[in-house]
């Protein structure tokens, strides 16, 4: 789903792509051989490696031998640095859609209590550096955090990207408060939902994204950015 998604927003945007779908059992240095090709390859601008991997294959090594200048995907460590030090040449797609998202909603981040619920690498980190470079007083908060509760109804702005069907509800939100909901699950019924309890929260939040048709369609937007911008400096 994920892999045809971007397909066809490429070719929506006028955007060649080129697939490798290869099978389980390719070892780790023909993947990086593959990279290296297209790494060398002036038709190719962006590159993204879609994961998970294999349990066989080292997730790092792979994202590492990916040219920082086609990083499309924002996940290489240097990109990553970049972004870490405020001075980004990529952004990682699905932080950069949300901060889209606010940004066009008109809402004012500077000063702002934001509380960033989840602490993976492709979004709870560079989500919580992002706001903090627009000036948020950020907490980041995780499967230890204490009070969970309590922190997130501090929150002006709450994002939530754990991974759990439903799991925030009205009571972890403030009144008036902006939610966005990373999470992409599947409820009791099989049926794509949030992390966010969309029915209860609406009532209280000043805002909040849904799921499907929220963070996801802006993740593909910012993916199709990033490869044009890649595309851009390697022309200059
Ligand atoms: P992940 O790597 O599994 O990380 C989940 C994070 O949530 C971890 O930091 C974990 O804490 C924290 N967490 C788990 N249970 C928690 C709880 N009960 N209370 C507080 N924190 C909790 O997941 P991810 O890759 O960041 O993805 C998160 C969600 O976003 C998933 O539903 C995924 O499908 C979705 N997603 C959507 C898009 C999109 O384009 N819309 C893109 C990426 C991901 P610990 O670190 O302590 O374990």
Known sequence: MYVNNKKKACEEVGIRSFEYALPEETTETELIELIGRLNGDPEVDG?????????????EKILNSIDPSKDADCFHPFNVGRLMIGNPVFQPCTPYGVMELIKESGIEISGKECVVVGRSNIVGKPQAMLLLAQNGTVTICHSKTKNLKEVCKRADILVVAIGKAKFVDASYVK????????GMDRDENGKLCGDVDFESVKEIAGAITPVPGGVGPMTI????????????????
Do not use: S, W, Y
């Open 221 to 236: 937007a910012m993916l199709m950015r990033n490869t044009v911008m890649a595309a851009k400096v390697a022309k200059e």
């Open 175 to 182: 009144e008036g408060a902006v939610v966005i909901d990373v």
């Open 47 to 59: 590159i993204l490696c879609q994961l998970p991997l294999p349990k066989h294959i080292n997730e």
